[in-house]
């Protein structure tokens, strides 16, 4: 077998380096594919890479030995590496981990006496300074378990139960006794188990049942009690998948797989002062002559979905914590989506808002605007009360002076000798009466006169038309107008302010008095018609006159539009705003007969029976 080694070396050593380049020997532990020494291994080539000003070649060899409780393959191991690099030695050998340095120390003789060592990634308590040579340079790191389990107490404070998962390689015991060592003063405080006498298979079924408040801490699983070889992050990933408790670990590649978390032994800084080492020899300083302090563990890292799992507040991490695998917030996630619908709703708000305002502006607008047309009705109802003074002076005269009339009479018939009291009774009568029907006439002049808000109210359509008819008939006789009306003989109830309302018939019955001036007293006549049509109450005002010129059909409507020589145009605009302001409508249109015809359409009060 060494034989066949050395012929080997021979065909591979000559080729293997090119004068120009600088040999680096990375030696390993357990194996490239060993975690968590591969992940130092592959963070030290990075950096080699980076900060070597020379070309370099390195290569890999493992100290498989190590696994063992043996050292019967280690000479043969150690020749043949001597045989392979008999011709062209390293320009300097990376031991990385502590059984791969512990090999180094033991066969250093035989391995390149004079060749520059870097033993890397290895703990303090596991260097033998006493073996060391002038070429050798150490790079140290600190493993704490008093402050791993302190931080799992910290975490977790109601931890009542710590299992330390670990194998059974000479390398793996060292740890089981210094963590028996550490914890001792814990013992009151938490009970700890170590599962290195079991297999892997049954480590697997403790973790599935561990009692509550318990937790894991992951030492590394090389060979387990029943002598089975674990590579790789298999062992790691299947323990998390049964575990029914929390998994701790040291080691930087566990954050992410399954631990929770805690302090550890950075790779990049152990990785970064290896390389600077390495180079601050390759460039010819001596191995030996260089110190570096202990690497002490960084600063706790922890993984935000395991605190999530386990029901960790972020809260009880230690000062100075970094969590990783954090999920990222609504804002990060969906930045752009929040600030479109935040634009959009701001947008929305300020359009709102504006409308709002413009409701409001409308709302006060049309307040005034039915102020103003109040005024205005109340205007022209004054107005229309001063072409009516004479009739009213009239119609107020005729009660007036018969109460004068029945007055002297009654006088007379008491100063005779025998007064004749059933006349006076009838006298008195007559008295009342024709005092009754001048109030009635001040009370419609009054009611005519008097400036009210707007307030709707159910009244009887037929009420104000007969209220009104009557109030105008003066007008008419002075007028020699025919005043017919046709109403209803069922109540029409509608939803109106009566004043106003009297106010549009009176309006549409003087207009159209006065589209007639010019006809013959005889054809002068009005028709007032009052009806139901469906769920609406209609009114009608039509004429005999000469109607309404087609092309002034829709102007007659409009302010100040007038086709009397004397008139201001208000009277039919008046009239419109207080129907429209009651949800009505008002048109005017030609009778085929001649005349024009308004009217006036009201919703119901109530539905039709």
């Known amino acids: 077998m060494i034989s066949a080694l050395l012929l080997l070396a021979m065909a591979a050593g000559p080729g293997v380096l090119a004068d120009d380049n600088k040999h680096v020997l990375l030696l390993h532990s357990f194996g490239a594919e060993m975690r968590p020494w591969s992940d130092y291994a592959q963070g030290i080539r990075q950096e080699l890479n980076r900060q070597s000003p020379w070309p370099l070649t390195i290569t890999d060899q493992s100290v498989v030995s190590a696994r063992y409780d043996t050292n ?16 062209h030695p390293p320009a300097v050998i990376i031991s990385v981990g502590a059984p791969a340095a512990a090999f180094v120390q033991r066969n250093r003789g035989q391995l390149f006496a004079s060749t520059p060592m870097v033993l890397t990634t290895l703990e303090e308590r596991r260097i033998r300074y006493s073996d060391l040579t002038q070429d050798d340079a150490v790079i140290p790191i600190q493993i704490d378990y008093k402050a791993v389990i302190a931080n799992i107490l910290k ?9 330390v998962v670990n194998g059974t390689s000479p390398n793996e015991q060292f740890w089981s006794n210094l963590i028996k060592k550490e914890a001792a003063p814990l013992a009151g405080r938490v009970e700890l188990t170590i599962w290195d006498n079991l297999s892997f ?29 674990h590579d790789g992050d298999e062992p790691f990933k299947s323990l998390r998948a049964v575990a029914n408790a929390p998994i701790f670990g040291y080691t930087e590649p566990l954050i992410g797989q399954g631990v929770v978390g805690g302090p550890f032994n950075a790779i990049r800084d152990t990785s970064r002062t290896t390389a600077a080492v390495s180079v601050r020899i390759l460039g010819g300083e001596k191995a030996g002559e260089i110190r570096i302090p202990a690497l002490p563990f960084a600063a706790p890292k922890f993984d935000w979905r395991e605190m999530k799992r386990w029901g960790i507040a972020e809260g009880r991490l230690p000062q100075g914590s970094e969590v990783d695998f954090r999920g990222p917030t609504a804002w990060e996630q969906y930045r752009w989506q929040i600030a ?43 107005s229309t009360a001063g072409e009516l003074t004479a009739t009213i002076a009239h119609e107020l005269n005729q009660p007036l002076g018969a109460i004068l009339t029945n007055t002297e009479t009654a006088e007379i018939i008491v100063k005779s000798g025998a007064p004749n009291l059933n006349e006076i009774a009838d006298i008195l009568a007559d008295i009342r009466r024709d005092d009754q029907r001048a109030s009635e006439v001040i009370a419609r002049l009054r009611s005519l006169l008097r400036k009210a808000p707007f307030e709707l109210k159910q009244i009887d359509l037929n009420d104000v038309v007969r209220d009104t008819v009557h109030f105008l008939s003066a007008l008419a006789v002075a007028r020699n107008v025919n005043l017919t009306n046709h109403i209803d003989p069922l109540p029409l109830p509608i939803k109106a302010d009566p004043i106003q309302l009297q106010q549009v018939v009176l309006n549409l019955i ?16 009005i028709a007032i018609s009052a009806k139901r049509d469906r769920n609406f109450a209609e009114l009608s005002v039509s004429d005999v006159g000469p109607g309404i010129p087609t092309e002034k059909l829709k102007n007659v409507f409009e302010p100040f539009f007038t086709t009397k020589p004397r008139g201001m145009g208000m009277g039919l605009s008046i009239a419109r705003t207080i129907v429209e302001a009651h949800g009505g409508e008002l048109w005017a249109e030609n009778k085929p007969t001649g005349g024009a015809i308004f009217h006036v359409r009201l919703t119901r009060a109530t539905a039709p029976e």
């Open 72 to 87: 019967s393959s280690e000479k043969p191991f150690a020749d043949y590496l001597a045989a392979l690099f008999a011709q």
């Open 155 to 163: 975490v977790l404070p109601d931890t009542r139960h710590i299992a």
């Open 201 to 229: 298979a049954d480590i697997l079924k403790e973790a599935s049942r561990l009692p509550p408040h318990s937790a894991i801490i992951w030492e590394g699983m090389n060979v387990d009690a029943a002598g089975v070889v």
């Open 340 to 382: 479109l619908i935040a634009t959009v709703i701001l947008l929305q708000g300020v359009l709102i808002s504006n409308l709002l305002r413009e409701r409001l502006r409308r709302s006060r607008a049309e307040v005034q605007a039915q102020q103003r047309a109040a005024e205005l009705a109340h205007i022209n109802r004054y």
């Open 510 to 525: 003087t207009n159209a008095m006065d589209a007639m001036s010019d006809m013959p007293i005889a054809e002068r006549a």
